[in-house]
């Protein structure tokens, strides 16, 4: 059974960082493209950085490049994302995705974890 647990939402303050997790289980992990999305209310989700199965390649959506770091321990079966000078339009539900790399048809989703930002 595939699981993909977030973890290391939460409530911040405008200005701070946040790093979040992504454990996979049950699947083998280094064949799989990892990427981050987020959903606020009333938002359509969205995309926000995808990481390569091998951690040499990453993509950031351009609202988030330069703020956003994606990464992955390949030994751990862990995603990460870490945000700096966090934002009140951060707040949303953060999920993790696995995409198989040769089959895009094979993928999973968390369950998502809250972030919200606010003083």
């Known amino acids: 059974q595939v699981q993909l647990v977030e973890s290391g939402g939460g409530l911040a303050q405008p200005g701070g960082s946040l790093r979040l997790s992504c454990a996979a289980s049950g699947l083998a992990f280094s064949f799989y493209t990892m990427s981050w999305y987020r959903q606020a209310p009333g938002k359509e989700r969205e995309l926000l950085a995808a990481?390569?199965?091998?951690?040499?390649?990453?993509n950031y959506a351009g609202s988030v490049k330069g703020r956003f770091t994606i990464a992955r321990d390949n030994a751990k079966n862990t995603v990460y994302l870490q945000i700096l000078s966090l934002k009140p339009e951060d707040t949303a539900v953060y999920y993790c995705?696995?995409?198989?790399?040769?089959?895009?048809?094979?993928?999973?989703w968390g369950q998502g974890t809250q972030v919200t930002v606010s003083s």
């Open positions: 990481i390569g199965s091998t951690g040499d390649s990453t």
């Open positions: 995705r696995a995409v198989h790399k040769w089959q895009a048809t094979i993928n999973y």
